[in-house]
């Protein structure tokens, strides 16, 4: 039987526990809604530059671009997207599974797959495998510009034109709602229409032609990088209010189990109190019946 001054322990470390969970969770509430307001924000933008692309994609003569240009080789990159911090519940699990399902799955087809990371928790988790990383950003959560999106865009779109690699597909968590998170695998080079932005749309999408000034080429040189610069603002700004939710969240649970283990231990030592005090007592009317 553990003694009275272990269970003492024992429930103020309960309780100095729950302090910082409830603290961790009120700070990830107050990030969330920066967060959460910086994607609500975003977010129709980037969609309506993607609806965009998606027309020009289809009119457009696709040889004028290398990121429109479909390629044979086999070739594939994924850019995966983590948190740099831990304690968020099954944030990064969810998407380190899925990302090993489907290289697992391209590797299955002949592809060789090479990996860039985003976020520390998927670089210490995939350094520890055999799939090789080509580059990796760290510490970019924290003050999230676009600056950084730029950044991350120009790299893969410099290697996808000097052929690095012939697809990308990038592993993210979308952000729903404060506790609800989406693991998305999206293909993002080359430009594919009916892949990426669904054949309902492809097909309901009018006929006609653009007139462009100054010309196609010039047009596209110009609106694709800024697209995808744009496309990597948004999922980086989802994968951040996505993580602060499942923090609050996972917080807000660790709160709850900490308030009923103190409960539980507190019983505990309430009883094993109470049968040490009943013990002496029998041991005192013992002894007093003894002297009789």
Known sequence: MPSLQSLRRKISAFK???????????????????SQDRILAARPYALKMRDVLSNLSRRVNRSLHPLLQKREGKKV???????????????????VRKTSEFVRECEARGLQVNLSIVGRKGRDYFRRRTWPIRQEWTGIFDKLTFEHAIDIGGDLTDNFAKGTFDELYIVYNEFKSAIQQRVIVEKLFPVDAAA?????????????????????????????PKHFQTQTFRILLESAAAEHGA????????????????????????K???TAITKELMDIVGGAEALK
């Open 77 to 95: 990159e994924v850019l995966v997207v983590t948190s740099d911090r831990g304690l968020c519940g099954g944030f990064n699990g969810n998407i």
């Open 272 to 274: 094993t109190r109470q």
């Open 247 to 270: 923090r609050m969240a996972a917080m807000d649970g660790a709160t709850r189990n900490a308030g009923q283990l103190i409960k539980k231990v507190t019983l505990h030592y309430n």
């Open 196 to 224: 990426e932005f669904g054949t309902a749309q492809a097909k309901g999408t009018t006929g006609g032609s653009y007139l462009y000034e100054p010309d196609e080429a010039a047009l596209l040189n110009v609106f694709i």
């Open 16 to 34: 100095n526990t729950q302090k910082i969970t409830k603290a961790m969770k009120m700070v990830a509430a107050a990030k969330l809604k920066r």
